[in-house]
Structure formats: C-alpha cells, structure tokens
C-alpha cells in the first residue's frame, strides 16, 4: 500500500458511513485523511482541509444526494480534477451526477457492493481478505449483504450493525479526552496569564519607585499616568482568565451533557451532532 494520503469528500448527512469506511480502510493500512479525525484542537478547518487536500495523491468521493449539491464537495471535487488527482468514486445512493463526474467510473456500494468492495481494495493496494471488513459498514447505507440461512444468526447479525452503527455514531461528537485537553490548555493559558499580569504590576510599581526616588524633573501626575499606562496591559490577560474560567466551567458540564447524549445516540440527528460540537468549538475558542 503506497504512503500516499487519500482525502476523503463527502456530505454532512454521510459522515456516519465515511467515518466507519476511513477508520476500516486505516485499521487496513492506508494512510486516509477526513476532516473529523485529521483536523486538531484550535485549527482553522478551512485551511486544515486546504493543505490536506493538497498535500494528498488521492481523493475519494462518496457520491450520494446531499454530495453532489454540497457547495463543499462541489469545490473540493474541482480542485482534485484540475489538479489531477488519483480518484476514487463510490456511489452509496442512486443520485443524478454532475455531467463533469459522469466521465469517472464509480464504484457502486449501493447497487453492486462485493464487486465495489474488491475495485476499491484493489485500487488502493489493499488485501482482498479484507472484503469482510469493509461489508460491517454497509448497513449504515441501508445495503445489507446476503440473508443468513438460520434466523438465530440473522437476529445476532442485525444486533451487531446496530451497535456498530451506534459506536460509529458516538465517534462523531467531540470525544471526552478532546474535552480534558480543551480543558488543560485553558489551564495552562491561565496561569501564563497570571505569571504576566504579576509581572506587569510588579514592573510599573518598581518603575514608580524608582523615579519618584530620584526626584527627576517629571511631573508625579506624568508618572502616576504612565505607571498606571503599562499596569492596563495586564487588563486584556485578566478578561480572557475570567472567559477561559467561566469555558472550563462549561465544559464540565458538556461531558455531562455527552454522557447523557450517548444514552441516546440512536435517536440523535446530524443536526444535533453539529450542535454538540459547535458548541466545544465555541468554548475552545477566546
């Protein structure tokens, strides 16, 4: 399997199955990025996606509905063409494609998934003994492979694509460990903060007494205002430890909320995901 990075474009509605393929294709050994996995804490998302696409030699594109009217995919989809990208279509819904994307050959999950699962296996270089890992994610599509014979083994097969489902589901809100990290690193701006603010007042003090004590031809209100000048730089720091305080607060209480979100992660919708996870992005940011 070559080295090279595989940028994964797909719609909102379809993360539940792109983040299942990519973390099956990885555990695989390819070098996949997505925006969900590949992007950090306090990155711009915008431009994370800009230099993955660009530094990337192959680019996926999960073709459904919402994908082929997304603005995002649509502008992803034409800088990969116009700069001559290894593609990689995979259909997972019938949908009417862009006359642009007509010329590429796709492979097609929702309507032929064994030969689909083999093409991109073995375009990627890939072992085909991995088929076996790859059909675990097409229920999220609403593809199911063949019907067991016994319905023992039908029932323990459906029961294991729920909870599948369900776990793929829970990696898509922000984890726990993003949220301590979060955390910490308001922590840690906080008390550099403090080390400033203590240095700040420290140094307009001993500059007060300094030039009051040499009865230099200054003016004391001159001096009492250019002390009191520096002592305002420490005012911006204290407002961002009050704000920094106040989001570790409510962090706190979003683990709470997560624990409370994964009891019903199977009736949660794509919006109320989005929602969650603003609102860390919103508490991580000053």
């Known amino acids: 399997m070559s080295a090279e990075t595989i940028f994964v474009s797909y719609s909102s509605k379809d993360r539940p199955f792109a983040l299942g393929l990519v973390k099956e294709l990885q555990s ?76 590429r050959q796709y492979a097609d999950l929702a309507n032929n998934p064994d030969k689909a699962i083999h093409d991109i296996l073995s375009f990627l270089g890939l072992q085909e003994k991995a088929a076996a890992n790859l059909k675990k994610i097409l229920n999220l599509i609403g593809v199911s492979e063949a019907p067991q014979k016994e319905s023992v083994n039908t029932d323990h097969t459906k029961s294991d694509e729920i909870q599948y489902q369900e776990s793929n589901l829970e990696d898509l809100l922000v984890s726990k460990e993003e949220i301590d990290k979060a955390s910490e690193m308001h922590k840690k701006a ?79 919708s794509n919006k109320e995901i989005e929602d969650f996870n603003n609102e860390f992005y919103n508490y991580i940011t000053l």
């Open 190 to 268: 906080i008390s550099k903060n403090k080390q400033l603010i203590i240095f700040v007042i420290a140094l307009s003090v001993i500059l007060l007494g300094v030039l009051l004590s040499f009865n230099l031809d200054v003016q004391t209100w001159m001096i009492v205002v250019g002390c009191l000048s520096i002592s305002f730089l420490a005012v911006r720091p204290i407002g961002a430890n009050k704000k920094r305080a106040r989001n570790i607060e409510l962090m706190g209480l979003l683990k709470l909320k997560r624990e409370r979100l994964t009891r019903v992660m199977n009736r949660l």
């Open 28 to 103: 695989l050994g390819a070098n996949v990025w997505i925006d969900q996995l590949g992007i950090g804490l306090g990155e711009n998302w915008d431009n994370a996606i800009e230099e993955a696409l660009e530094k990337s030699g192959t680019f996926m594109l999960i073709l459904s509905q919402t994908s082929v009217e997304s603005p995002n995919v649509q502008d992803e989809v034409s800088i990969a063409i116009n700069t001559k990208k290894k593609m990689v279509p995979i259909l997972i819904e019938e949908c009417k494609l862009p006359m642009r994307w007509q010329r």
